[in-house]
């Protein structure tokens, strides 16, 4: 499978290292260079460097037609836009986005992403260790709602997202 | 009115400020404590000192009886995200963000967000309609940005020059209705031949915008400048 990572730090170079030793195409970007020391020597997939939340950006590095795309920077709301690049441009059907605040990922995962809850699921892995039940606070969360663009998939009716695609495919040609 | 303010700089404080003066209930947040004091000194304690972006934050600023979510902060991403989660999580009728990167204007648009502010897109607006330009001029967005006020300047290599609109392929949705010539502005109607320094006005949708850029520009002209 074709994966996209976005964020460099910990963990989005070590989903990146694993996914591509397990044999998939990996391509991960962060704004920062020195981001991809994280990355082991022998990591084979593309790391570069780049705004991932920019559509252009995104479409130069060959991020189209990816299956997956992980969002895993250090900021909530970058993380929030490039899923939905991802999702309503890009047309990228299987999107993450890693969102710290509680109230946001389950906001998000109304509004068709998946989100990934850092403060659920550490409390949740303390609360586990320590024989407690597990708390209330989401931790990863499959998307419970349609993209707010709504018509994202429904080709019959000519949605807005797909149309900016086709436009800028025109100028890039 | 109740009016929610994310975003404490220039634009946040005068923004509440002239709301106030105006009678209207503002709130005002601001992450940096710092600055969210100095504000609160000078207009008073309408200001929280809380980041906007925080979803139990907007909660508690009252977002959820907001008439009206301003997002001003200078990070494009925190301003979508903060009227996302006004109008999907808190039902705002209507909010407004500030856009600076104009990539970002159809992304946003396209997400919900009600209003958009581009300054950038402004100034350019400005400074393009004294410099000769190639490419179409946004003038305006009608409505909820489905359609569009578009200029084009007609100069040597445009097809449009010496014919009439009748005879060019202007794509559905669009129409082309008036023309400036000299400075004088006149309604353009199908067999007005049209002159090398016109400016057409048309109106039309977005995705439109290319299929004008070929029947107004021209192509050519374009890919002149790329060379």
């Known amino acids: ?173 | 009115m109740f009016v929610l303010v994310v975003g404490g700089g220039k634009v946040g404080y005068y923004l509440a400020k002239e709301l106030v003066e105006s009678g209207h209930e503002v709130a005002l947040m601001e992450k940096d404590a710092t600055r969210a004091g100095q504000i609160a000194d000078e207009i008073g304690s309408i200001v929280i000192a809380h980041d906007g972006c925080e979803g139990k934050y907007l909660g508690e600023a009252g977002c959820n009886r907001a008439d009206v979510v301003a997002a001003v902060t200078g990070d494009d991403e925190d301003n979508l995200v903060i009227c996302q989660m006004a109008k999907h999580h808190f039902d705002v009728p209507r909010t407004i963000a500030r856009v600076n990167n104009p990539k970002n204007e159809a992304l946003f648009r396209h997400l919900g967000v009600d209003e958009i502010i581009s300054p950038t897109r402004m100034i350019l607006g400005s400074i393009e309609q004294d410099i000769p330009v190639h490419e179409l001029l946004h003038l305006a967005a009608l409505g909820e940005g489905e359609l569009e006020l578009i200029e084009a300047h007609l100069q040597a290599g445009s097809p449009a020059i010496g014919r009439a609109p009748k005879d060019l392929a202007i794509p559905d949705g669009c129409s082309l209705f008036a023309v400036i010539r000299d400075g004088v502005a006149t309604p353009l109607r199908p067999d007005t031949i049209m002159l090398e320094g016109d400016k057409v006005i048309a109106i039309g949708k977005q995705e439109c915008s290319d299929l004008l850029h070929s029947q107004l520009i021209g192509d050519e002209v374009e890919n002149a400048i790329e060379a």
Do not use: W
């Open chain 1, 1 to 173: 499978m074709k994966i996209v990572v976005v964020g460099c730090g910990r963990v989005g170079a070590a989903l990146a290292d694993s996914y591509d030793r397990a044999g998939h195409e990996v391509l991960i970007l962060d704004v920062k260079t020195g981001a991809f020391d994280r990355l082991p020597s022998t990591f084979g997939g593309r790391a570069i460097r780049g705004d991932g939340s920019d559509k252009d950006v995104l479409r130069r590095a060959g991020a189209e037609g990816a299956d997956i795309f992980l969002a895993m920077t250090e900021g909530d709301n970058r993380n929030v836009m490039a899923a939905q690049v991802a999702a309503e441009t890009l047309g990228i059907e299987r999107v993450v986005a890693k969102l710290n605040d509680p109230v946001r990922a389950e906001a998000y995962a109304a509004l068709g992403l998946a989100t990934l809850c850092r403060t659920g699921l550490m409390h949740d892995a303390i609360n586990a260790y320590l024989g407690f039940a597990p708390s209330d606070v989401v931790g990863m969360l499959g998307p419970t709602g349609t993209h707010p663009g709504g018509t994202h998939h429904d080709h019959q009716a000519a949605p807005a997202g797909e149309a900016h695609t086709a436009s800028a495919a025109v100028m890039e040609a």
